[in-house]
C-alpha cells in the first residue's frame, strides 16, 4: 500500500500569510503514461464531509478560490494557501489514487494565529 | 447536480453486521466511468477509504478490511451498499458514500467529489 505522510499535523498562520502543508507519498505517485500525479487535495471544516479542492497535483477544482494551489511531483507535494482567510480553518488531506487501496494522508489542523 | 445521502443504523452491537445505504441522485452507476466509493472517519481521527464500486461492478477494498467488507449496486435504486461484518468498538466512525470522479477519455482517476453528509455508527453493547 502507498502510505501518505502529511506534514506539519497542524498549523498557526496570521490572516493574510501564506500557509503550506506537505504531503508525502511511499512511492511515487507519477503515471508515466500520461504524466500526470495521481494526487487530490481536500479540505474538511468541523461537521462537514470533505471538499475537494485540487486534483492531479495541481488543477483546481471549479468554484474553489484560487489562493489555494497544488504542486509537487512523484513522491512530494504541496497544497498553498497564498494569502489566509477565517474560513480556511479546516483539516486539509491529501489522497492518492495511484492504485488501489486510495489512501490518505493523517490530515493536517490549519489554524489562526 | 450530484447528491448522495448515507443510511443505516446509528448503534450496532459487537459481532453483528453492519448495513449502510447510499442513495444518490445526478448520476447513474448504468454509465462508463461512474463509480462510489464509501470512506470512514472516527471520531477526531483521519479519513480511512474502504471500498469502490465501478458502473461495469469491477470493486476494489480496503486490504485491512477485505475480507469483512462487501459493496454492491443497485441501479434501479440508484443506490450502493456496504456491508461490514464481524462490528467492533473501533469500527465506531462516521461513514461517508462520495461519487467517484475521473477525467479524459479514459476516464482516469479515483478522486472523490462529491461527498455525502455522512452517518455517524456507535459499536457498543
Known amino acids: 500500500d502507498i502510505v501518505m505522510t502529511q506534514s506539519p499535523d497542524s498549523l498557526a498562520v496570521s490572516l493574510g500569510e501564506r500557509a503550506t502543508i506537505n504531503c508525502k507519498s511511499s512511492?511515487?505517485?507519477?503515471?508515466?503514461?500520461?504524466?500526470?500525479?495521481?494526487l487530490a487535495w481536500y479540505q474538511q471544516k468541523p461537521g462537514q464531509p470533505p471538499k475537494l479542492l485540487i486534483y492531479w497535483a495541481s488543477t483546481r477544482e471549479s468554484g474553489v478560490p484560487d489562493r489555494f494551489s497544488g504542486s509537487g511531483s512523484g513522491t512530494d507535494f504541496t497544497l498553498t494557501i497564498s494569502s489566509l482567510q477565517a474560513e480556511d480553518v479546516a483539516v486539509y488531506y491529501c489522497q492518492h489514487y495511484y492504485t488501489s487501496p486510495y489512501t490518505f494522508g493523517q490530515g493536517t489542523k490549519l489554524e489562526i494565529k | 447536480q450530484i447528491t448522495l445521502k448515507e443510511s443505516g443504523p446509528t448503534l450496532v452491537k459487537p459481532t453483528q453486521t453492519l448495513t449502510l445505504t447510499c442513495t444518490f441522485s445526478?448520476?447513474?452507476?448504468?454509465?462508463?466511468?461512474?463509480?462510489v466509493g464509501w470512506i470512514r472517519q472516527p471520531p477526531g481521527e483521519a479519513l480511512e477509504w474502504l471500498a469502490l464500486i465501478y458502473w461495469d461492478d469491477d470493486k476494489r477494498y480496503s486490504p485491512s478490511l477485505k475480507s469483512r467488507l462487501t459493496i454492491t449496486k443497485d441501479t434501479s435504486k440508484n443506490q450502493v451498499v456496504l456491508t461490514m461484518t464481524n462490528m467492533d468498538p473501533v469500527d465506531t466512525a462516521t461513514y461517508f458514500c462520495?461519487?467517484?470522479?475521473?477525467?479524459?477519455?479514459?476516464?482516469?482517476?479515483?478522486?472523490?467529489?462529491?461527498w455525502g453528509q455522512g452517518t455517524l455508527v456507535t459499536v457498543s453493547s
Open positions: 462520495a461519487h467517484r470522479r475521473c477525467s479524459g477519455n479514459s476516464c482516469r482517476g479515483n478522486w472523490f467529489d462529491p
Open positions: 512511492q511515487s505517485v507519477l503515471y508515466s503514461s500520461n504524466n500526470k500525479n495521481y
Open positions: 445526478g448520476f447513474s452507476l448504468t454509465t462508463s466511468g461512474e463509480g
